[in-house]
């Protein structure tokens, strides 16, 4: 359920581009836990309030910083897909459709281009996307194993801008994380902030 309404800009619009985990998904609440649970495999209490900060980063970025700030030498690659794992095998089932969101992309996908861009890896996302049942709806998908740089970099919305064939000032953003908000800006793109 969202805290506030949506304040949506003036502009001249042709596509929407949706934040995936927090904005039209309830599922960060089961990314953390599936975060805490496969770092202290590796010895470490994870601090969840560190994934929250970190929401919207590719998972392999979020091993970097962890290596960072705890000292470790751990393989960001490996650990982000045994992440993965974990959560498609156990908290697939608690991803839950944000209603207000899910309206809200159905009823824009009527008149506007849709795209979700996400931190996530792509069988993460197409599986939550099927979840909430808007697959058919969503015309660009970019995901963590399709960029070089994530958020806070410009290039996932600016690579969706580009599959879908809109200018980049043309498209709106609706994002949750302050990452994916900067990354809205420094794709020169208007943005919305959802919060749930």
Not at 79 to 102: C, D, N, T
Not at 170 to 193: H, P, Q, T
Request: hydrophobic share 45%; with cysteine.
């Amino acid at each position: 359920m969202l805290k506030k309404p949506l304040r949506i800009p003036l502009g001249p619009f042709e596509a929407y581009l949706y934040d995936c985990d927090g904005t039209i998904a309830e599922s960060m609440s089961a990314h953390v836990e599936a975060w805490v649970e496969e770092m202290a495999v590796h010895g470490l209490t994870l601090d969840p309030k560190l994934i929250y900060e970190l929401a919207g980063m590719p998972a392999t970025k979020t091993v970097e910083v962890m290596n960072q700030r705890y000292g470790l030498n751990l393989d960001p690659e490996t650990v982000a897909k045994a992440k993965e794992e974990r959560f498609f095998q156990h908290f697939m089932h608690r991803v839950e459709p944000i209603p207000e969101m899910i309206e809200h992309l159905r009823e824009s996908a009527k008149t506007m281009k849709i795209a979700v861009v996400s931190g996530g890896r792509t069988r993460i996302v197409k599986a939550t996307l099927k979840i909430l049942g808007i697959e058919s709806l969503v015309q660009a998908l970019v995901c963590a194993e399709d960029v070089k740089h994530g958020k806070p970099d410009p290039e996932p919305f600016l690579m969706a801008a580009e599959k879908l064939g809109v200018h980049p000032l043309k498209c709106l953003v609706f994002e949750d994380a302050d990452l994916g908000i900067r990354s809205a800006e420094n794709a020169g793109m208007k943005w919305v902030r959802v919060e749930t």
